[in-house]
């Protein structure tokens, strides 16, 4: 029944408010997250809970099956808020296995406008191909894709205007790709952390062995 949602809210804002009387207060001054989620819009990944944090303490973007799209007007105005405005410190891409986005774009058959969307993933699955015809289990290559995808997102992002500027301006920003089970509820990290753009390490090294010493002020 709809009208039980209702209920269900009354019941969560009084429970909150026991515990915490200031609580409503504090979260309309102003919300200070740092952190960006992006997730499947998969209801079985819900966002806050898989990491335990309360509203206000997570800035959330869900599409179908995680991506990042370079070109999306929603996604981009969501990255643009958290990075310039919010100042997130860490972008979470997280996918999960099963993802029935991921599913579609690797059974190659015709599922409509969805298949649009999801044409980089079938782009991923073109150019990997002769691996993932080797995987006879179904299951396990859209597992597979599912990683990939989690790993092409966090380049995707690494590149991205945005995020590009806010690490020459010297903002801290860390973008995360993770990988979440619906088997057991556990989040797993596919180490693919990035901190600056690809290089920039040594490029800042070079620039600072050549850079002439500054005086100091008279
Ligand atoms: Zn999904």
């Given at each position: 029944m709809i009208s039980s949602l209702f209920e269900n809210n009354l019941r969560w804002a009084a429970g909150r408010a026991r515990m915490d009387p200031e609580y409503f207060r504090r979260l309309a001054g102003q919300q200070s997250p740092e952190y960006l989620w992006i997730g499947c819009?998969?209801?079985?990944?819900p966002a806050n809970e898989i990491v335990g944090l309360d509203p206000g303490e997570l800035f959330v973007h869900r599409n179908v099956a995680n991506l990042t799209p370079p070109q999306d007007a929603n996604f981009l105005s969501v990255l643009q808020f958290a990075v310039?405005?919010?100042?997130?410190r860490h972008i979470i891409v997280c996918g999960h296995y099963g993802c029935g986005g991921v599913r579609a774009a690797v059974d190659g058959r015709r599922h409509g406008l969805i298949d649009h969307w999801l044409q980089p993933i079938a782009c991923l699955c073109r150019r990997d191909a002769a691996e993932l015809d080797g995987i006879l289990d179904f299951e396990a290559r859209v597992n597979l894709v599912c990683e990939r995808n989690v790993l092409a997102q966090v380049e995707s992002l690494a590149d991205n205007p945005f995020v590009r500027d806010a690490w020459g301006r010297g903002q801290p920003l860390s973008i995360h790709g993770w990988i979440y089970s619906i088997q057991d509820g556990l989040l797993r990290d596919l180490?693919?952390?990035?901190?600056?753009?690809?290089?920039a390490r040594a490029a800042t090294l070079k620039a600072q062995r050549g850079r002439p010493r500054r005086r100091r002020p008279e």
């Open positions: 819009s998969d209801s079985r990944v310039e405005i919010l100042e997130v180490e693919t952390t990035r901190q600056g753009p690809a290089g």
